[in-house]
């Protein structure tokens, strides 16, 4: 409809005439996906299928591992097209109220010498009643400001729901402890 090289009206009036967008005219299809990137994603999907939690660098790291040269911006890319990412938490999940006691810092400078001599957890610690339970029990309350000493334990507890508990399905507490 548009004629290019028509000397007597110009592209910008011949689109005005037909009411066309003149972007629309240089407009190119964006190139298909090449077949190497399909297969990279049914690789990512295979994969996600069994590991949701796997984020672009774990993903990255899984195709190195196959023998793919891959760096992690196509991963991420392909992710982004397949419209997949990692199931993680959120930042700043539980936030501190200001009723809440803080306790001081027992731990610094305390070599630990034996099991069961400090206990780490990954719960809300200042629950009313799960102070009363350590108050009864004589059980020392240490809470670190920074959380450090939490670290470990909070990354073991999200390794195991997300890249276990939320990705299963279990009937019951015995399977889940068998698994």
Known sequence: MIEMENPNISIS?????LALNRSSLY?????KISSYD???????DEQYTKTPFYGSRRMTA???????????KRVQRLMRIM??????????????????????????????????QVWASDIQYTSERFIQILRKNDIEIS????VFDNIFTERLWRSLKYEEVYIKD??????AKKA
């Open 62 to 72: 899984y195709l190195k591992r196959l023998g793919y040269s891959v760096n992690r």
């Open 13 to 17: 009036r011949q689109c005005e005439l």
């Open 143 to 146: 809470m670190d400001s920074r």
């Open 38 to 44: 399909l297969h990279l994603m049914r690789l990512i």
């Open 83 to 116: 419209g997949i990412h990692a199931i993680y938490p959120k930042p700043r999940l539980s936030k501190k109220a200001k009723q809440n006691q803080i306790y001081p810092y027992l731990l610094k400078g305390l070599e630990i010498k034996g099991s069961n």
């Open 27 to 31: 407009y190119k299809k964006k190139e």
């Open 170 to 175: 279990y009937s019951d507490v015995r399977e």
